[in-house]
């Protein structure tokens, strides 16, 4: 796996799932627990990990749709 991109927004992290799922790229969110933790108020970015293979093609969706990475 290989993080893709890095947010504090959930709205973000839900449009770029639903992005990648829509594409057929297989991802998945860590560190939610943590902004759970912490009461939401985003102070711990929560990261978007795709596999080595779909990165290429994931960072392509994010850049067509305007999506900053947050690295």
């Known amino acids: 796996m290989k993080e893709l991109l890095r947010s504090t927004d959930p709205t973000i ?4 799932t639903a992005l990648l799922e829509g594409e057929g790229i297989d991802c998945f969110q860590m560190d939610v627990n943590m ?8 102070i711990f970015p929560r ?4 596999r080595q293979d779909d990165y290429d093609r994931a960072i392509r969706v ?9 690295k």
């Open 35 to 42: 902004s759970i933790l912490e009461g939401g108020i985003g």
């Open 47 to 50: 990261r978007m990990m795709v």
């Open 62 to 70: 994010m850049q067509d749709n305007d999506i900053p990475l947050g």
């Open 13 to 16: 992290m839900a449009f770029a």
